[in-house]
């Protein structure tokens, strides 16, 4: 059964630091691009960080400088590090897979066909 797990979600304060992994099960992260998403109440979900299978990455310019994506072979996850993070991060954080060896840059929903459930991130003081 192919599926995707967030994790490392929670309640930080203004300036904390989170990593959320998607962990994947039933496929191979490695031969396909990996995006994380989010969205706030009412607002529509947004790409913010991608990763090609050629080692490329992407970054909204409101987590460039801020958010990390990296890969873990070993562990088929894919993490995004967030620092300095704001209240304006709040939202729920998703990660998905694309098809594999898709061409993508920066992610866009319609370009991701595996979605995890995700996790929900909370800044404030």
């Known amino acids: 059964q192919v599926q995707l797990v967030e994790s490392g979600g929670g309640l930080v304060q203004p300036g904390s630091s989170l990593r959320l992994s998607c962990a994947a099960s039933g496929f191979t992260l490695d031969d396909r691009p990996i995006g994380w998403f989010r969205q706030a109440p009412g607002k529509e979900r947004e790409g913010i960080s991608s990763?090609?299978?050629?080692?490329?990455?992407y970054y909204s310019g409101s987590v460039k400088g801020r958010f990390t994506i990296s890969r873990d072979t070993a562990k088929n996850t894919v993490y995004l590090q967030m620092n300095t993070l704001e209240p304006e991060d709040t939202a729920v954080y998703y990660c998905?897979?694309?098809?594999?060896?898709?061409?993508?840059?920066?992610?866009?929903?319609?370009?991701?066909?595996?979605w995890g459930q995700g996790t929900q991130v909370t800044v404030s003081a």
């Open positions: 990763t090609t299978t050629e080692g490329l990455t």
């Open positions: 998905a897979a694309a098809a594999p060896r898709a061409r993508v840059g920066m992610p866009r929903v319609q370009d991701y066909i595996f």
